[in-house]
C-alpha cells in the first residue's frame, strides 16, 4: 500500500526505465548512417589473424613503410618550446610561408592570406565542404572515391552524387556532357582526388579544364584534393590552381601525409584565392582552434632543407618502381583486369574469382593462409557510392617493398583460388 504524498515507485521506475531508453535510442540519423571505413573496418580481423601466429602482408591502407625524412624528425626534437601553447587558428607563420615556397616552387604564386593550415587533408576538406555547401546541397564525386569524402558529406546534411567512371577507362572521367547532366539547382560543388585515391588516376590537363569550365558555367565549386600530386609517374599532374579562370571557384586541399611519409603528423591546408572561402574557413580553424605545434615546425624545417626535393623524388622512385613490380605481378592473376595507375600509390583491380570483396578480405583473414601468410586488401564496394557495384574489385596499396609486394601477390593468387572453390562448393552442394 502506498502512502498519501508517497512516490509511486514502480511508476518512477517505468518512467525512469522509458527514459534510459529513449536515450538510448537518441543516436543522430546522421551516425547511424555513416557505414565506417572499407579500409579500416576490417583491420580487427588482421590483428586477430597476427595473434594466431599469421603474418599479414598489410596492403589494405596507404601507410607507406618509407622512414619520414629526418629533417622533419629533427625540427619536431629541436624545437624550443617552454609552453607548449595554441598555435595560430591560421596556422603557424613559419609554417605558411614554407607552404608557399613550396606552392612557389611548382609554379604556383600565392599569398598569406590564400592558405590556412588544417588539422590533415581530412580537415582541409571538411572544411571545404562546409565552406561551399549547405544542408540540403549536393557534391559531384568520381566514383570509387576516398569514402571519408561520403562519411564527411553525410556528416553536415550534403547529398553525394556520384560521377561513374569505369576500370576499363582507367578511371578516368566520363565526357562532360554526362556529368553535365548530374547537375541540379541544389549542385554546389564539384570534389575529387587527383592523382586519385584509390584507383591512382590523374586526370589530364585537359579533363582539369573542362571540370574549370563547367563549373564557371553553372557557378560551383571545384574541391580537389592533391596529396599525391609529387607521386607522379607518367606525365604532369595538374593542379586545380594551374588552371586560368577558375579564381573564385577553386579550391586546393592538401596533406603532408603522403609526400613526407607522415600519416601521423596530421599536418594539411586549404589553399583558395576566393576571399570569401578564406574567410568562412578562417571561422572554422577559430572554431577547432589550432593544428598541432610540433608536426608544423617539423614541415618547417623539412622545407627549409635545401635538398627536401631530392627526398621527395627518392620516394617518387621508389613508388613508381613499386607500381611497376605490383603491376607486373597482377598479370599473373587469371582474369584480372587493371590499368596501370598514373600516380599515388594505389591499384584498383577486378577480379572474377570473387563476388562479395568484403567476404573475400574476411576469408583471407579468417580462413586462409599459405605457409603461414596472408595478404589484407581493402574492398572494393566500400569506395562506391552507388548500390551493387565494386563487390568484384579490391584497392591494393603498394607501400611495401618489392620483394613483400610480389609475395604478397602469390599469396593473394593463391587465396583468389581458394575462395573461388568455396563459392563452387556452395553453389553446388553435394548430399
Not at 601466429?53 to 626534437?77: A, C, E, W
Not at 586545380?240 to 586541399?253: C, F, M, Y
Not at 596501370?340 to 567476404?359: M, N, R, T
Not at 557510392?385 to 601477390?409: F, N, Q, T
Request: net charge negative.
Amino acid at each position: 500500500m502506498r502512502l498519501e504524498g508517497q512516490p509511486d515507485v514502480k511508476k518512477t521506475f517505468s518512467i525512469a526505465t522509458e527514459v534510459w531508453f529513449t536515450i538510448m535510442r537518441s543516436v543522430s540519423e546522421r551516425t547511424k548512417a555513416l557505414k565506417g571505413s572499407p579500409i579500416r573496418r576490417l583491420v580487427p580481423l588482421a590483428v586477430a589473424a597476427k595473434k594466431r601466429g599469421i603474418h599479414v602482408y598489410h596492403l589494405n591502407i596507404g601507410q607507406p613503410d618509407i622512414p619520414t625524412p629526418k629533417s622533419f624528425m629533427q625540427g619536431v626534437r629541436e624545437a624550443k618550446i617552454d609552453v607548449l601553447s595554441y598555435a595560430p587558428a591560421q596556422g603557424i607563420p613559419e609554417t605558411i610561408q614554407a607552404m608557399l615556397h613550396f606552392y612557389a616552387d611548382m609554379g604556383i604564386e600565392l599569398t598569406e592570406s590564400d592558405i590556412r593550415i588544417t588539422i590533415g587533408g581530412s580537415e582541409a576538406f571538411a572544411f571545404a565542404l562546409q565552406t561551399t555547401c549547405n544542408p540540403g546541397d549536393e557534391v559531384l564525386i568520381p566514383e570509387p572515391f576516398y569514402p571519408n569524402y561520403a562519411g564527411h558529406a553525410i556528416m553536415n546534411g550534403i547529398k553525394v552524387v556520384p560521377i561513374t567512371t569505369r576500370i576499363e577507362d582507367g578511371f578516368h572521367l566520363p565526357p562532360i556532357e554526362e556529368i553535365e547532366k548530374l547537375i541540379t539547382p541544389k549542385t554546389a560543388a564539384i570534389l575529387f582526388s587527383t592523382p586519385g585515391n584509390p584507383t591512382g588516376v590523374a586526370y589530364t590537363r585537359r579533363e582539369m579544364e573542362a571540370i574549370g569550365e563547367l563549373a564557371i558555367k553553372h557557378d560551383l565549386f571545384v574541391i580537389s584534393d592533391e596529396p599525391y600530386r609529387e607521386l607522379m609517374y607518367d606525365g604532369h599532374a595538374t593542379s586545380v590552381l594551374e588552371i586560368a579562370g577558375l579564381e573564385d571557384h577553386a579550391i586546393l586541399v592538401d596533406s603532408i601525409s603522403k609526400r613526407l611519409s607522415a600519416c601521423g603528423a596530421r599536418i594539411g591546408c586549404v589553399v583558395s584565392r576566393n576571399q570569401d572561402v578564406i574567410t568562412s574557413i578562417n571561422k572554422l580553424c577559430m572554431i577547432r582552434l589550432s593544428a598541432p605545434t610540433f608536426e608544423q615546425l617539423g614541415l618547417v624545417s623539412f622545407l627549409n632543407d635545401p635538398n627536401y626535393k631530392a627526398e621527395i623524388e627518392q620516394m617518387r622512385q621508389k613508388f613508381h618502381s613499386r607500381r611497376d613490380t605490383l603491376f607486373d605481378a597482377l598479370q599473373t592473376i587469371p582474369g584480372a583486369v587493371c590499368r596501370k595507375p598514373e600516380g599515388a600509390f594505389y591499384i584498383f583491380v577486378k577480379l572474377p574469382q570473387i563476388d562479395c570483396s568484403e567476404s573475400f578480405v574476411k576469408f583471407m583473414m579468417n580462413d586462409f593462409n599459405l605457409d603461414g601468410e596472408t595478404t589484407m586488401v581493402a574492398p572494393g564496394a566500400g569506395f562506391y557510392a552507388s548500390e551493387g557495384v565494386g563487390h568484384d574489385e579490391i584497392r591494393i596499396a603498394y607501400v611495401l617493398e618489392e620483394p613483400k609486394l610480389v609475395r604478397a601477390v602469390e599469396v593473394l593468387k593463391a587465396g583468389l583460388e581458394a575462395y573461388a572453390k568455396t563459392r563452387k562448393e556452395v553453389a553446388t552442394p553435394t548430399g
